[in-house]
Nanobody, 122 residues
Protein backbone atom coordinates (compact mmCIF):
# COMPACT_ATOMS: atom_id res chain seq x y z
CA UNK A 1 0.00 0.00 0.00
CA UNK A 2 2.84 2.41 0.85
CA UNK A 3 6.38 2.42 -0.46
CA UNK A 4 9.14 4.58 0.97
CA UNK A 5 12.48 5.20 -0.72
CA UNK A 6 15.33 7.09 0.94
CA UNK A 7 18.18 8.89 -0.77
CA UNK A 8 20.83 11.49 -0.06
CA UNK A 9 23.14 9.59 2.24
CA UNK A 10 26.87 9.55 1.83
CA UNK A 11 30.21 10.18 3.45
CA UNK A 12 31.06 13.60 4.85
CA UNK A 13 33.60 15.17 7.14
CA UNK A 14 32.67 16.16 10.66
CA UNK A 15 31.02 19.55 10.61
CA UNK A 16 29.56 18.98 7.17
CA UNK A 17 25.94 18.73 6.07
CA UNK A 18 23.62 16.28 4.35
CA UNK A 19 20.08 16.47 3.10
CA UNK A 20 18.22 13.18 3.14
CA UNK A 21 15.08 12.60 1.10
CA UNK A 22 12.25 10.12 1.50
CA UNK A 23 9.82 9.71 -1.37
CA UNK A 24 6.49 8.10 -0.56
CA UNK A 25 4.25 6.38 -3.07
CA UNK A 26 1.02 4.44 -2.93
CA UNK A 27 -1.70 5.35 -0.50
CA UNK A 28 0.03 8.29 1.13
CA UNK A 29 -2.92 10.45 2.14
CA UNK A 30 -3.32 8.65 5.46
CA UNK A 31 0.33 8.98 6.52
CA UNK A 32 -0.10 11.39 9.39
CA UNK A 33 3.33 10.66 10.85
CA UNK A 34 6.48 10.62 8.74
CA UNK A 35 10.00 10.81 9.98
CA UNK A 36 13.51 9.55 10.30
CA UNK A 37 15.14 6.91 12.44
CA UNK A 38 18.71 5.71 12.54
CA UNK A 39 20.59 2.65 13.64
CA UNK A 40 24.33 2.32 14.06
CA UNK A 41 26.10 -1.06 14.24
CA UNK A 42 25.54 -2.65 17.61
CA UNK A 43 23.11 0.07 18.66
CA UNK A 44 19.36 0.20 18.99
CA UNK A 45 17.27 2.05 16.46
CA UNK A 46 16.45 5.56 17.61
CA UNK A 47 14.16 8.29 16.43
CA UNK A 48 15.80 11.34 14.89
CA UNK A 49 13.00 13.61 13.70
CA UNK A 50 9.32 13.18 12.94
CA UNK A 51 6.72 15.43 11.36
CA UNK A 52 2.99 15.21 11.97
CA UNK A 53 0.88 17.95 10.49
CA UNK A 54 2.37 21.18 11.67
CA UNK A 55 4.22 19.60 14.57
CA UNK A 56 7.77 18.33 14.61
CA UNK A 57 9.59 16.14 17.08
CA UNK A 58 13.36 15.98 17.40
CA UNK A 59 15.68 13.78 19.37
CA UNK A 60 17.82 15.56 21.94
CA UNK A 61 20.93 14.30 20.19
CA UNK A 62 20.18 16.30 17.02
CA UNK A 63 18.34 19.35 18.33
CA UNK A 64 19.75 22.46 16.74
CA UNK A 65 21.39 20.42 13.97
CA UNK A 66 18.54 18.65 12.20
CA UNK A 67 15.44 19.98 10.48
CA UNK A 68 12.64 17.88 9.07
CA UNK A 69 10.45 19.28 6.31
CA UNK A 70 7.88 18.09 3.80
CA UNK A 71 7.08 18.78 0.17
CA UNK A 72 3.44 17.79 -0.15
CA UNK A 73 3.41 18.14 -3.94
CA UNK A 74 6.21 15.60 -4.25
CA UNK A 75 5.09 13.38 -1.36
CA UNK A 76 8.58 13.73 0.02
CA UNK A 77 9.98 14.35 3.47
CA UNK A 78 13.47 15.71 4.02
CA UNK A 79 16.00 15.69 6.81
CA UNK A 80 18.54 18.49 6.71
CA UNK A 81 21.44 17.70 8.99
CA UNK A 82 24.16 20.20 9.77
CA UNK A 83 27.24 20.19 11.96
CA UNK A 84 27.45 16.45 11.56
CA UNK A 85 29.38 14.45 14.12
CA UNK A 86 30.96 11.00 13.86
CA UNK A 87 28.30 9.72 16.26
CA UNK A 88 25.69 10.62 13.64
CA UNK A 89 27.02 7.80 11.46
CA UNK A 90 24.26 5.25 10.96
CA UNK A 91 21.81 3.77 8.55
CA UNK A 92 18.99 6.27 8.30
CA UNK A 93 15.48 4.96 7.71
CA UNK A 94 12.36 6.75 6.67
CA UNK A 95 9.24 5.61 8.50
CA UNK A 96 5.56 6.44 8.28
CA UNK A 97 2.32 5.51 9.94
CA UNK A 98 -1.25 6.67 10.33
CA UNK A 99 -0.97 7.13 14.08
CA UNK A 100 1.60 6.50 16.77
CA UNK A 101 1.48 7.05 20.50
CA UNK A 102 5.14 8.03 20.73
CA UNK A 103 6.43 9.80 17.60
CA UNK A 104 10.11 9.00 18.18
CA UNK A 105 9.60 5.35 19.10
CA UNK A 106 10.22 3.08 16.14
CA UNK A 107 7.97 0.21 17.23
CA UNK A 108 4.85 2.19 16.43
CA UNK A 109 5.52 2.71 12.72
CA UNK A 110 3.95 0.55 10.05
CA UNK A 111 5.90 1.47 6.90
CA UNK A 112 9.66 1.58 6.46
CA UNK A 113 12.11 2.35 3.71
CA UNK A 114 15.26 0.41 2.95
CA UNK A 115 17.58 2.98 4.47
CA UNK A 116 20.37 5.26 3.33
CA UNK A 117 23.84 5.17 4.85
CA UNK A 118 25.35 8.22 6.51
CA UNK A 119 29.02 8.13 7.41
CA UNK A 120 30.69 11.04 9.19
CA UNK A 121 34.46 10.94 9.46
CA UNK A 122 36.60 12.87 11.91
Amino acid sequence: QVHLVESGGGSVQAGGSLRLSCAASGYTSSLNYMGWFRQAPGKEREGVAVASGGATYNADSVKGRATISQDNAKNTVYLQMNSLKPEDSAMYYCAASQFVLRPLVSQGYKYWGQGTQVTVSS
